[in-house]
């Protein structure tokens, strides 16, 4: 059945509904879009195991959150749930830092590898500074998108909440600004390590 079917059912089956949906769009917001990124931490190991003496390791922890603020409409035979706004925190939380056992703390080459993860740190970092605006451009575009939804009781005004938040984090104009922070932190990585020419790794063993 094609959609445009399936409306057109919709509407002739659920009359009340279709009017219900009618009557709480003139309760739609210009919603407030707030970004923020959350305050991160470094935290450097050395596994039991040995790694690659010469090459150390970054994890990233992203943080990707959105809080919604919702506007409540008492109307006839139910309510209209508005998007009002929007509370989203992105970008990186924790970095773990991982070296070889075998380098002892504050030697020579100890810290050359951590410089090197610093490095990638440095370009994580960067990616989110880059891509700030983009990031709150794509959150206005998907919260503006989202129509109010309206229930009959109050019991369901917290799924209806739920329910317009995952429509926000749905949006493929989201979705696609995240898949390119990904492809950036890739690309940003692998010119961190195309740029060490390990100088600095050699000098400790001269």
Request: proline share 4%; hydrophobic share 40%; glycine share 2%.
């Amino acid at each position: 059945m094609k959609l445009i079917n399936i409306l057109y059912f919709f509407v002739l089956c659920f009359p009340f509904a279709a009017q219900a949906y009618d009557d709480c769009l003139p309760y739609k917001l210009t919603p407030k879009i707030t970004l923020d990124t959350p305050q991160w931490s470094k935290e450097v190991v050395q596994p039991l195991r040995y790694m690659d003496l010469l090459h150390g390791n970054v994890s990233a922890t992203l943080v990707d959150n959105y809080d919604i603020v919702a506007d409540i409409t008492n109307i006839e035979d139910g309510y209209c749930v508005t998007l009002k706004s929007v509370f989203a925190t992105v970008g990186y939380s924790d970095f773990l830092v991982q070296i070889d056992i075998r380098h002892v703390p504050e030697t020579c080459t100890y810290n050359a590898i951590l410089s090197h993860e610093d490095e990638h740190i440095r370009a994580y970092l960067s990616v989110i500074d880059d891509f700030k605006k983009d990031l709150k451009d794509a959150i206005y575009s998907a919260a503006d998108s989202i129509t109010p939804i309206f229930v009959r009781s109050a019991d369901d005004i917290d799924a209806a909440i739920t329910e317009l938040n995952a429509e926000l984090q749905a949006h493929p104009d989201l979705i696609l600004v995240k898949q390119k922070i990904k492809a950036a932190e890739e690309i940003r990585n692998k010119r961190v390590d195309q740029h060490d020419t390990g100088q600095s790794l050699q000098k400790c063993f001269e």
